[in-house]
């Protein structure tokens, strides 16, 4: 996998995740909450911040999702779409993934992204908003919209960002609410993976 070497908490994840691909020769992917700043530990869109040749200082705190699933996934029929409302992270994840265009880039909140959503998810991976109460209730308006719209296709994986093993993070609510409507956790570390 590349970048491997770089992702600490998130390796075996986003690892098994990729295991989880690898069959699939036509994949559509929905992140929610896009890859936000050049640097680790803060927010920068300043462009003299982003070394797009030197990955060990891109912001692997952040897991850089959208550069790391589109570099890795380039040899499958891919669409990745990643949402974010921040003008800021738009710039950044336009500049870190260039022309690719297998990368949809949207300027909107997720709730409205997926009100809207017409397609069927192979992978979901939510990581939307600050760690808090606010993002824990979006999380599970958010979860409620994917079920109710049956948004993901029958093996879809959903994989939640920032919610570590003995605790519960922006999972708290919409973590249960995911398992009493037909989801089993497949891994879960600092991230956790579901499928149906």
């Not at 949809?104 to 908003?129: A, C, N, P, V, W």
Request: proline share 3%; with cysteine; glycine share 6%.
């Amino acid at each position: 996998m590349k970048y491997e070497q770089y992702l600490e908490s998130r390796r075996n994840t986003f690892k098994k995740t990729f295991e989880l691909l690898k069959d699939r020769p036509e994949i559509c992917i929905v992140e929610l909450g896009t890859s936000r700043s050049f640097k680790s530990w803060g927010i920068s869109s300043n462009i003299e911040d982003w070394h797009p040749n030197n990955p060990e200082m891109w912001a692997w705190s952040d897991g850089c999702f959208t550069k790391l699933f589109a570099d890795n996934l380039k040899d499958k029929k891919l669409t990745i779409w990643t949402i974010d409302p921040c003008s800021q992270a738009i710039k950044v994840v336009k500049t870190m993934v260039g022309a690719n265009q297998d990368v949809q880039i949207l300027q909107t909140t997720s709730t409205d992204f997926l009100r809207e959503f017409d397609g069927k998810i192979d992978l979901l991976y939510m990581d939307h908003l600050e760690s808090g109460e606010t993002a824990c209730k979006v999380h599970l308006q958010d979860s409620e919209i994917i079920i109710q719209r049956e948004l993901m296709k029958d093996d879809g994986i959903i994989l939640i960002d920032d919610c570590p093993k003995g605790g519960v993070g922006k999972g708290k609510l919409s973590i249960p609410y995911l398992l009493q409507n037909g989801y089993k956790t497949i891994l879960h570390e600092y991230q956790m993976i579901l499928i149906k």
